[in-house]
């Protein structure tokens, strides 16, 4: 539930990940647009585009406990991988999602890829999963 220390755990078990930094500490490392996330939640409810330090100044008056982070990828790149594990065997199943003006989900397509379910099925097993998480990412380079 929180973006920050899921990065963390990303970045300490040798995932890749996307550059990311408090808010409040962000000066100017990324290039933009960057993207704004409240640290704590799910989903993509109240994250925000910036395009320039005046967005950012903006952002650091009205949200506490916020993340910037690098924008990887393409939208038509885009994905959601379903996990389940019972402690023992991992599965995934993979979305390809595409998506609205609003960045919601209008259309999914299930793909195979070996590079995303071996990720995928990884992160699990770092993570000692007993039960069943949904990740999102993009593919990039």
């Given at each position: 539930m929180n973006k920050y220390e899921t990065i963390c755990f990303l970045k300490r078990h040798g995932f890749p990940y996307p550059k990311t930094y408090h808010l409040s500490e962000f000066s100017s490392e990324l290039e933009f647009p960057v993207l704004i996330?409240?640290?704590?939640?799910?989903?993509?409810?109240?994250?925000?585009?910036?395009?320039?330090?005046?967005?950012?100044?903006?952002?650091?008056?009205?949200?506490?406990?916020?993340?910037v982070q690098e924008l990887l990828g393409d939208p038509d790149n885009e994905y959601t991988v379903g996990i389940f594990s019972d402690g023992k065997t991992v599965?995934?199943?993979?979305?390809?999602?595409?998506?609205?003006?609003?960045?919601?989900?209008?259309?999914?397509?299930?793909?195979?890829?070996?590079e995303i379910d071996l990720l995928a099925k990884n992160i699990a097993r770092a993570c000692n999963l007993v039960g069943s998480i949904n990740m999102q990412g993009r593919e990039n380079k």
């Open positions: 996330k409240p640290e704590s939640g799910r989903g993509s409810k109240g994250v925000q585009m910036c395009y320039n330090e005046d967005d950012i100044n903006y952002f650091r008056k009205k949200y506490d406990g916020a993340v599965t995934s199943i993979i979305f390809r999602r595409y998506l609205d003006e609003g960045g919601r989900t209008k259309f999914a397509e299930l793909i195979s890829n070996h």
